[in-house]
């Protein structure tokens, strides 16, 4: 990309302004959060959320606008960080599998049956991963 072309600014809200590959980079990572919130299951969550007003005011509950909006807006930011958290959690497991580590092989399923806790599972994967 040129200079001259990285020079074009966007006006925003008055004063700010941003180059090209800045827009660029704002565009990236809002369509990368929306695609890590997996829009279709936020879609099936908000027709559950909508059941659960739907279900009160049928009982004869009063229904009060800004506070079925601030629970949808909490909803929303619930929703999506639990998507988020998965995400980062999942990161490594991503990484062993694009280095060709098949993570089936790691533990045997008879260890896997004998195992008491979580905490043996995640020690024996470690000790097979290098990882502390």
């Known amino acids: 990309m040129s200079n001259a072309s990285e020079e074009i600014k966007a006006r925003v809200h008055g004063k700010m302004t941003y180059t090209t590959s800045q827009l660029n980079e704002i565009r990236d990572t809002l369509t990368g959060l929306w695609g890590m919130s997996r829009p279709i299951i936020l879609v099936s969550n908000i027709l559950v959320w909508l059941l659960g007003v739907a279900i009160a005011f049928g009982k004869g509950y009063t229904i009060e606008l800004n506070r079925v909006a601030l629970s949808f807006v909490a909803f929303i930011i619930m929703s999506a960080s639990v998507h ?22 790691l533990i045997s399923r008879e260890d896997f049956e004998a195992m008491n806790s979580l905490d043996e599972l995640m020690e024996k994967l470690q000790s097979k991963l290098g990882t502390t």
């Open 84 to 105: 988020y958290t998965n995400e980062y959690a999942d990161y490594e497991t991503r990484a062993r599998i694009k280095e060709g580590v098949d993570m089936r092989e």
